[in-house]
């Protein structure tokens, strides 16, 4: 079975901190996605990579950076952390382009205080 | 603007009855169409997709689409307890781009 690593299943963070959140999949997928999830907006698209050191932003991505060195990891980072940015933040891996079928992570509750 | 438009329910159906759920969608030159659930507290997983007019049926599940009415809907057939869930509508346009989905429906199947 597929298996995306979420490093982290709740952090919480002070406003104006830098953070890390990490994602790990096992089964050579090519594409990787962050969303987050809130209540009353569903899941929003923050970015998305197909390739490695490749990215693309999505629907909401200010604020937001990622990076991907390694086909393996993606990685979303929060430059200067704000209160609205507390979430619950989830990363997806798929295998080819125009695969749809996500494989989501078990996700990661960011609390910005 | 994309847009994905669902019904938040909740939507409660009896044991046994057919669950029907439906999603609408903005963009015309959307091509891929899918159903995740997700139980709470849990993520989302992909139950059904379906790129062509008509009908698509999967088990107790069937995805219908209409193009020309831009609607994609989901039934669930002799619907269970375990079934009780919130169903994800997620739409893909052509080209490199993520899914976007809708707010979900909250389905409660009633013993």
């Known amino acids: 079975d597929v298996k995306v690593t979420q490093s982290s299943r709740y952090l919480v963070k002070r406003t104006g901190e830098k953070v890390f959140l990490e994602c790990v999949q096992d089964m050579d997928h090519e594409n990787m996605f962050w969303y987050r999830q809130d209540p009353g907006l569903g899941l929003r698209l923050i970015y998305f990579s197909y390739d490695v050191k490749m990215k693309e932003k999505g629907d909401i991505p200010e604020g937001y950076s990622v990076s991907r060195e390694k086909k393996e990891r993606f990685s979303l980072i929060l430059e200067s952390a704000s209160t609205n940015q507390t979430s619950m933040y989830l990363c997806?891996?798929?295998?080819?382009?125009?695969?749809?079928?996500?494989?989501f992570g078990s996700g990661t509750q960011l609390s910005v205080l | 603007q994309k847009e994905v438009e669902q019904n938040s329910g909740p939507l409660s159906v009896p044991e046994g009855a057919i669950a029907s759920l439906n999603c609408t969608y903005s963009?015309?030159?959307?091509?891929?169409f899918f159903w995740y659930r997700q139980y709470s507290g849990k993520s989302p997983e992909l139950i059904m997709f379906i790129y062509s007019n008509g009908d698509k049926e999967d088990g107790r599940f069937t995805a219908q689409l209409n193009k020309a009415s831009q609607y994609v809907s989901l039934l669930i057939r002799d619907s269970q307890p375990s079934d009780s869930a919130t169903y994800l509508c997620?739409?893909?346009?052509?080209?490199?781009?993520?899914?976007?989905f809708g707010k979900g429906t909250h389905l409660i199947i009633q013993p």
């Open positions: 997620a739409v893909k346009r052509g080209g490199a781009d993520g899914l976007t």
């Open positions: 997806a891996s798929s295998r080819t382009f125009g695969s749809e079928k996500l494989f």
């Open positions: 963009d015309r030159g959307s091509q891929s």
